[in-house]
């Protein structure tokens, strides 16, 4: 029985090597880049570091060690590698949604603004061309006016009896005379009479013109007034879009470097490890998985929140899941944060 187990365990060394010798061949000759299976070649080389340890083969065991300790760094490598990958796509995602959002923020309210300026020009339009058919009318009404027997003085009435009287005595010499002295003063009086008739008027077309002034000058305002609000309200919505951004930037910055700041600590605490095969880039995986840290977003009464995609319109929905308690490390994991490329 004893005999047996012993060809058993020769058969499973003797694959084991087989095995690891053809990793090691594979490393040799593709190397190990991105698409090389790293966490298969580990489980195969530490299964046989085992094997030759329980043989006896040391210095097979303490190759084999040296290989794997590469191997873990180049996958750990990897892992930072996507990571910072990650973070800097997720910030682009932030920066376009951003940009998107603030391009359509512009887009409608210069159309709301245009709009606003195109109904303005719409009233000032209207309001000129009412006191243009106002101002016409009353010229009309000026000149079509029907002239009335004019009121002239007592004296000019006089000299028109005499007039007649002495014309009737058949003394034409003094009749013209008062003639005369009548048509004179007529001209005086009509002259009078047309001016003071075209001051009437002057001065009513003056107070009309002065109503319409005050009326286009009092719409202006009001436009002004509504202009200078719709500008206000749009630099108020402006500043909140920008904050609401600023508030999702640091939300992000700050999970971002939680997430580096623990990966630091756990790949330094996981190097000290004599004990374990596995990579630092595993206890990561495991650790995220318990909830331990990880990029994870939490949102609000709700069970599940989008790895992807910022939502700029509903960004106040979410709060990241990296808090002061989740950022705090002791001094040792602090001495072993990895540098990352900063934000």
Not at 129 to 141: C, I, K, Q, V, Y
Not at 211 to 227: P, Y
Not at 311 to 340: C, K, V, W
Request: proline share 2%; glycine share 4%.
């Amino acid at each position: 029985m004893e005999f047996s187990d012993q060809n058993e365990e020769n058969n499973t060394y003797e694959q084991q090597e087989l095995l690891a010798r053809k990793v090691l061949e594979e490393i040799a000759s593709i190397g190990t880049g991105d698409d090389a299976p790293l966490d298969e070649y580990i489980k195969i080389l530490a299964d046989y570091r085992r094997a030759c340890e329980r043989k006896g083969n040391y210095k097979e065991a303490e190759l084999v060690h040296h290989v794997l300790k590469q191997l873990r760094l180049e996958e750990e490598n990897r892992h930072i590698s996507a990571l910072t990958q990650q973070q800097e796509t997720e910030r682009q995602g932030l920066e376009e949604a951003h940009m998107l959002e603030f391009q359509n923020f512009n887009r409608i309210w210069n159309e709301k603004i245009d709009a606003f300026e195109e109904h303005q020009l719409d009233c000032e339009a209207s309001m000129l061309e009412r006191h243009s058919m106002e101002l016409a009318e009353f010229h009309a009404e000026m000149t079509k006016e029907n002239p009335t027997q004019p009121k002239f003085s007592k004296e000019l009435l006089n000299l028109r009896k005499i007039q007649e009287t002495l014309a009737k005595q058949k003394n034409y010499s003094e009749a013209y005379k008062v003639k005369l002295k009548s048509d004179k003063l007529m001209a005086q009086e009509l002259e009078r009479l047309q001016r003071e008739k075209a001051e009437k008027y002057s001065k009513k077309e003056a107070q009309i013109l002065s109503r319409h002034r005050s009326e286009l000058t009092a719409m202006r305002a009001r436009m002004e007034r509504a202009k200078d609000e719709l500008i206000r309200a749009r630099k108020r919505e402006l500043e909140m879009l920008l904050q609401r951004y600023q508030n999702v930037k640091r939300g992000l910055e700050g999970q971002q470097n939680i997430i580096k700041a623990k990966t630091g600590a756990i790949l330094v605490k996981h190097a000290s490890n004599k004990k374990s095969d596995a990579s630092g880039s595993a206890a990561i995986n495991v650790s995220m998985v318990s909830g331990a840290f990880g990029p994870v977003m939490i949102r609000k009464k709700s069970p599940t929140a989008p790895q992807k995609n910022f939502d700029m319109n509903a960004m106040d929905q979410y709060q990241y899941a990296g808090t002061a308690e989740n950022a705090s490390t002791t001094n040792e994991e602090r001495q072993g944060n990895i540098e990352l490329p900063p934000i």
